[in-house]
Structure formats: C-alpha cells, structure tokens
C-alpha cells in the first residue's frame, strides 16, 4: 500500500522529517550523500561503503530501535562512528527523514 511508509514515518513519535533534515545535512551527508545513496564527498576513501538509504534491502524489515542503536553507538568495524551527541528527538526525526528515501513501495 503506497501511503503507508508515509502515514507510519508520520505518527511515529510525531517524528518530524524537516528537522531531521537539518539534522542529516550537519552529520550525516559528508558519507552518506546528498540524496542518502550512500555517495557522499567522503564516500571515496571509506571501506566498507556508506549505506545507500535508497536501497530497498536496506530497509527490509529494519526496526527503528536498531536504526537508533546504531546512530547512538556506531558500527563497529567500519566507519560508521557514533554519534552520543545527538537527542532522542533528533535521532527520531533523522530516521524519519531517511524512511522518506526508502523505496515507496517497501
Ligand atoms: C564517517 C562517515 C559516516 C558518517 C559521518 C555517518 N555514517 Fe552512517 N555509515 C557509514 C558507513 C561506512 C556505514 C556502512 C556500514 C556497513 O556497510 O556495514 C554506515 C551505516 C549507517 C547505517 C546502517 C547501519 C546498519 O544497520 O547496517 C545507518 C542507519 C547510518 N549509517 C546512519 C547514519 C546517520 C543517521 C548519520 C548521521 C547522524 C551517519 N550515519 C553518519 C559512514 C558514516
């Protein structure tokens, strides 16, 4: 069902896309890109490669808890780095934004 990625991302702790966005740009698109393809200017010399968010395998099954968890802790054994920094709201409305490049019918 088209609507639903949208209308689930939406109500979610009334997680806000828009200023996930702000949050994306500040810490996230140097690796993962401008269009969350996972090639952003920093993607080059990075191994194993940024995760392309526009991926439909990506996002098979992928529970937001496990999305935080990451963002909150990183992932070892690759470049992906922790970022303790950022509030829950913050970490809410970044994945918010990022289910917006999921393909629309996951
Ligand atoms: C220094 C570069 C870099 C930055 C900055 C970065 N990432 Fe990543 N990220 C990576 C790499 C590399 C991977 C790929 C890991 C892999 O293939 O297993 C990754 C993987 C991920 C994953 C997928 C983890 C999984 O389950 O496999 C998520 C979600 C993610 N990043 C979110 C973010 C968010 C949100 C931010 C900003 C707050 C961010 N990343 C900032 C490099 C980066």
Redesign the pocket.
Known sequence: MFLLPVLLAGTANAADADKGKA??TA??M???GTAADGKGP?AMA?D????DFTAAEFWDGKENA??KK??KTG?PG????P?PQ?SDDDVAN?IAY?RGFAPADE
């Open positions: 949050v994306y810490n996230c140097a690796c993962h920093a990075l194993p490669k940024p995760t496990a999305i990451v963002i992932k690759t470049p992906m780095a970022f950022l970044v990022l």
